[in-house]
């Protein structure tokens, strides 16, 4: 469970959090959804302590991050973009860096051979399209085994069946007890897996359940309307 108060943010006195509180159980999809520029990577980063916070409270399965950091990330995963792979390392190297830094179990062929990456798992970074690279994150957080993981636009670049391919690995992961906050534009995707959608909006969350409805028109409702009355 990550539990998380009184969490605020500003960058050059602009605030972009202010008193953010929520919990995340274990077992879910959260989706978290905003226009680009108000804070949805600021957040994720702030979770994991990549950047300074000194007032608020975050602790995952009750251990604190500010008072016991290594602790507290060994059990979650985060890699914000597929730019931050090594570029002259191959898929293959990725993956058993994270097995071994996680002191994960999850056999790593098996990985491979599920996300159809057998035909270039050990081609470099550098020779892969976005799609390919997506994927290599994709198993980097399956191999990572780890508890919680916050994963930020990982549609990007696939096509639709690797979309679905991806839809059906969260769910899974889900199904396993993993915590997922997933940031992405996909409403529809959101719509099909996410639990509930975390909406920033006014340096602020809303929280709604997904009991079905139509993601994109709350979406539109959301941010959209009020961009079009303001103008």
Not at 92 to 103: A, E, I, P, T
Not at 179 to 197: A, F, I, N, P
Request: aromatic share 8%.
């Amino acid at each position: 469970m990550l539990e998380v108060s009184g969490l605020n943010f500003a960058f050059k006195d602009k605030p972009i959090l202010r008193d953010v509180n929520f919990t995340l159980g274990d077992g879910q999809v959260i989706g978290l959804v905003a226009p680009n520029g108000t804070g949805k990577t600021t957040l994720l980063r702030l979770l994991c302590g990549l950047l300074p916070n000194k007032d608020a409270s975050i602790k995952l399965n009750g251990v604190d991050l500010k008072k016991k950091r290594t602790a507290f990330l060994k059990q979650l995963f985060f890699l914000e973009s597929s730019n931050h792979l090594y570029a002259d390392l191959t898929v293959r190297d990725h993956l058993l860096y994270v097995k071994r830094m996680w002191k994960s179990k999850v056999d790593i062929n098996a990985v491979i051979e599920e996300l159809g990456m057998t035909s270039y798992y050990k081609k470099k970074i550098k020779s892969l399209s976005l799609g390919m690279k997506q994927h290599a994150l994709l198993a980097m957080y399956i191999i990572s085994d780890a508890q919680t993981m916050f994963i930020d636009e990982p549609l990007n670049g696939l096509d639709p069946t690797s979309i679905q391919e991806f839809e059906h690995m969260f769910r899974r992961l889900r199904d396993e007890g993993k915590t997922l906050l997933v940031s992405s534009h996909q409403m529809d995707s959101v719509g099909r897996v996410c639990d509930s959608v975390f909406f920033l909006k006014n340096q602020n969350i809303t929280n709604i359940e997904n009991t079905g409805q139509d993601m994109m028109a709350l979406y539109t409702e959301m941010f959209m309307t009020e961009a079009t009355a303001d103008a």
